[in-house]
């Protein structure tokens, strides 16, 4: 299939509604737990380890690029997008929709596959921007009473550019890596109605898993440091 069909036509119309689902419609709940992470993170770190509030701040900010933004966001598209994909390429199965596809002579790989692949990518990188800046505003104003730009900018500045874009590449692999996964192992053939919800359950399950699994090597793999 030439590149040009993936950027229009039913390829294009699939990937924009993916990732309007995963990069758009998923922010909400991504902002409100990174909102909470700011807030409750910011007033433990000063409470109990007795940190300043820009050093809590600079904490907050580590973790949020290190591991959190990763792992929140991972946890929301397991259970949005994850359930919603799985369930809906089950579906297909069970109703033909598939086979039929592939009896026409259509790679269901690059017709139904690659652009959910591509929008989750890119969706759950956009949501990790989403968190990253959410924490660091909210965690600024629960310091002092307003959004501070400038000092979140300080502390952004302060972290190593790789960790950032490490985090945020992360993100977008562990989505593709995901959709992958629970069309292979997850989905499989089903072949009943009832399968269905089944295979939703077991994907958001395996995915979870999966994601936890790949954040551990790295965190082991990579080398540690405060930034």
Do not use: K
């Not at 509030?53 to 959190?68: F, I, N, T």
């Not at 302060?158 to 874009?165: G, K, T, W």
């Amino acid at each position: 299939m030439p590149i040009t069909r993936l950027l229009t036509g039913p390829v294009a119309l699939v990937f924009s509604r993916q990732l309007y689902f995963t990069g758009v419609q998923s922010a909400g709940v991504v902002v409100l737990a990174a909102a909470l992470i700011g807030f409750g993170f910011v007033y433990s770190f000063e409470a109990v380890l007795s940190l300043s509030g820009s050093r809590a701040l600079q904490v907050l900010a580590v973790l949020a690029v290190r591991s959190l933004g990763v792992l929140i966001t991972g946890f929301v598209f397991a259970a949005r997008s994850i359930t919603a994909i799985s369930a809906e390429m089950a579906l297909l199965q069970v109703t033909g929709e598939q086979s039929t596809l592939e009896r026409l002579g259509i790679d269901t790989r690059l017709y139904l596959l690659l652009p959910r692949v591509l929008a989750s990518v890119l969706g759950v990188a956009i949501l990790d921007l989403y968190f990253l800046a959410t924490v660091l505003l909210t965690a600024s104003f629960a310091i002092n009473g307003r959004f501070d730009l400038g000092q979140v900018q300080l502390v952004i500045s302060a972290i190593a550019p790789r960790l950032v874009i490490a985090g945020i590449i992360r993100s977008g692999v562990f989505a593709g890596l995901a959709v992958l996964w629970v069309q292979m192992f997850a989905v499989g053939r089903r072949r009943s109605f009832p399968e269905v919800p089944v295979a939703a359950s077991e994907a958001v399950l395996q995915s979870i898993v999966l994601m936890l699994l790949l954040e551990a090597a790295y965190q082991l793999l990579t080398p540690r440091g405060p930034f």
